[in-house]
């Protein structure tokens, strides 16, 4: 978990550079309301060691932008611990991601206080791309929102996320192929879904990998051990559909982002999809 | 590094192998009580009877060792290595069988071997792969055959004797000693050790000790002693294990594809699994699981504890087995005695 930790490092950075030391504070207190809510669950501080819930805070604090008000941090942060996590039983035996689960509580809870404006350009690519009405890609695509190939600002972070991830691929704490199937998902359904720039089309595959929150969720979110499937074939299922309901949502939904809605309803197939891959190896 | 403490003086006579007969050589490994020193223990006797009985064609110094933090055959081949490769000579000697192999697992030792000019004697070097020691995975690797479960290596022509047990024979056919002391690993440090030192010796604290490797060790209950198959002491790393985060890891890593998350859940639960009892039988404790863990959980004791529990639920099927059909015999004896005593009664009354 420390190399977790370290792996985020680079994207917390960019964050601050670019929205400013309040994005700390968006950190700091869904981290410490996670920690209070994980010793406040389990009574004793051994089970901040595992490190599970400092990376729940810190993953939600990721999401949640930098002028959220504290007290839905609060709220993410303990739903994600107290009800993702220690209602199921704790550690290892939640069934639905802890930091998506707190994430969309108060994504569906607050939606007016959570969604993204940034605060360079007012509202983000993503967001623009939701409610634009009829205008082409190409005449959204000259705003401010936009950067040199993707979402502007979350370019960058996006960047920073794919070095982190690509450190965990290389210290061995994640395999290299959820990633890369998660963000294959993304990219074959942007390239169906993309028409050549009409007033319907959702930008390109890169644009797409570069916008929102997709390398945060592709290394971050859908690798957590716990709510992903530890077989080969429900592990490819499992990202590839993470990635194309992601995709999916961005397109046909009022929401500009669905890594968190993704996730969580894929974690909903883990079962199915750990069933499948065990009677495949035990036929074999 | 290795200082041998003082020995008790040959107990038999030193032998000159090169002329002596195959049997007074196995005599001599069997009265000096030599067995597998690799950890399974089996009479080395046994085994070069069976080799001889079947004939051989490959005699295999198996110096792979590949359980996680122990280098003891690694010590002994570098300062050892001319007595080891005698073993081999008197082994194949004993068998009548030329194709010597080496097999190690990691650089340095094989390139001892090639500055030590020895001719007759291959060295081949595998990958260090936990599950590469065990022999039968070795003999694959070396000669891509694969020895059914049913029979042993020797009686396939292949004889696979671990570095130390070569060194023994060494020892007690050439010199004369029968053997006393191994090099064990003991808390990462190599050194010779006595056999029958009890495991309390090494310890400092009250910490748990492990008799074998951190990961392939079992746990000591306050009586363990060193004998000529331990090749490690170790810590009991227990206090630091986390809850299973279902990575599956475990299940990636094992050499025999075995399902190895489900059957801790299995064991974790109330009420195991019966259809996992195969998986426990098959697996071989090479300790993969264990190292790769990322929650540090103990996988190779829960595993062990379902291979009891396992072998204990046969026996007792097998005892209530037993037991219904004495029931079905006593019943069925007792009314064909009925049946009996009433046609008599009937036939009184007819009569």
């Known amino acids: 978990m420390v190399h977790v930790m370290v792996a985020l490092l680079p994207g917390i950075a960019v964050h601050v550079a670019l929205a400013g030391w309040q994005t700390l504070v968006v950190i700091g207190a869904t981290t410490i309301a996670a920690l209070v809510t994980e010793i406040a669950c389990t009574r004793s501080a051994r089970d901040l060691a595992d490190g599970s819930a400092t990376v729940t805070g810190l993953l939600i604090g990721l999401c949640l932008p930098a002028s959220t008000l504290w007290f839905v941090c609060l709220v993410a942060a303990i739903i994600a611990v107290a009800i993702a996590k220690h209602a199921f039983g704790g550690l290892g035996n939640n069934v639905f991601n802890p930091a998506m689960a707190g994430y969309a509580a ?12 940034d605060t360079v350009s007012g509202a983000t690519a993503l967001e623009q791309l ?155 | 590094m290795l200082e041998r403490t003082t020995r008790p003086p040959p ?101 001892i071997f090639q500055s030590s000019d020895i001719a007759d004697v291959k060295c081949e070097i595998v990958s260090d792969h936990p599950a590469n020691g065990e022999e039968r995975t070795l003999i694959k690797s070396l000669f891509d055959q694969t020895i059914p479960p049913s029979a042993y290596p020797s009686q396939h022509g292949i004889v696979v004797l671990n570095v130390a047990t070569l060194f023994a024979i060494c020892e007690a056919v050439r010199d004369g000693y029968r053997p006393t002391d191994r090099v064990v690993t003991v808390l990462d440090e190599d050194r010779w050790v006595d056999v029958n030192t009890s495991l309390s010796a090494f310890c400092s604290d009250e910490s748990q000790m492990r008799l074998g490797s951190v990961a392939t060790g079992t746990i000591d209950r306050g009586d363990a002693t060193i004998d000529l198959t331990t090749n490690a002491v170790a810590h009991d790393r227990g206090k630091l294990t986390r809850a299973c985060i279902h ?75 037993r037991f219904e059909r004495r029931n079905q015999r006593l019943t069925q004896h007792l009314s064909e005695e009925t049946d009996a005593r009433e046609a008599r009664i009937r036939t009184r009354h007819e009569w």
């Open chain 1, 106 to 117: 108060v994504l569906l809870a607050y939606p007016a206080l959570v969604v993204e404006f």
């Open chain 2, 11 to 111: 107990e038999y006579e030193p032998l000159d192998w090169s002329s002596a007969a195959p049997t007074s050589i196995l005599a001599r490994i069997d009265e000096a009580g030599i067995v597998g020193m690799g950890g399974a223990g089996y009479p080395t006797v046994s085994k070069l009877a069976s080799g001889l009985h079947y004939g051989t064609e490959h005699v295999v110094a198996n110096g792979v060792e590949c359980e996680p933090g122990v280098h003891a055959d690694r010590s002994l081949m570098r300062q050892h290595l001319s007595q080891v490769i005698e073993g081999l000579h008197i082994v194949g000697h004993c068998l009548g069988c030329d194709q010597l192999t080496l097999a190690v697992a990691d650089r340095e030792t094989y390139r």
């Open chain 2, 247 to 321: 990575c599956g890891w475990c299940d990636d890593v094992c050499p025999r594809s075995l399902p190895v998350e489900a059957m801790l859940r299995s064991q974790q639960s109330t009420s195991p699994q019966d259809d996992l009892e195969p998986h426990f039988d098959a697996c071989f404790e090479c300790g993969a699981c264990v190292v790769v863990c990322p929650s540090e959980i103990p996988l190779l004791d829960w595993i062990r504890q379902g291979k009891l529990e396992a072998s204990a639920r046969r026996l007792k099927q097998r005892a209530l087995k």
């Open chain 1, 130 to 284: 939701a409610h634009r009405g009829s205008t082409t890609i190409e005449e959204v695509s000259t705003t401010q929102a936009f950067g040199a190939f993707g979402a502007a600002n979350h370019e960058w972070v996006n960047l920073a996320f794919l070095i982190g991830g690509l450190y965990l691929i290389a210290v061995r704490v994640i395999s290299p192929l959820l990633p890369l199937c998660v963000i294959a998902g993304i990219g074959i359904t942007a390239f169906l879904l993309d028409d050549g720039g009409s007033s319907t089309s959702h930008g390109s595959p890169l644009f797409n990998w570069f916008a929102g929150g997709t390398m945060l969720s592709a290394f971050f979110i859908a690798t957590d051990p716990v709510t992903s499937p530890s077989n080969r074939v429900g592990i490819v299922v499992y990202a590839l559909g993470i990635g194309a309901l992601a995709m999916l949502i961005r397109k046909y939904s009022s929401w500009p982002d669905g890594f968190a809605f993704a996730v969580l309803l894929a974690n909903c197939f883990v079962p199915l999809l750990e069933r499948i891959g065990r009677t495949r190896t035990s036929t074999s």
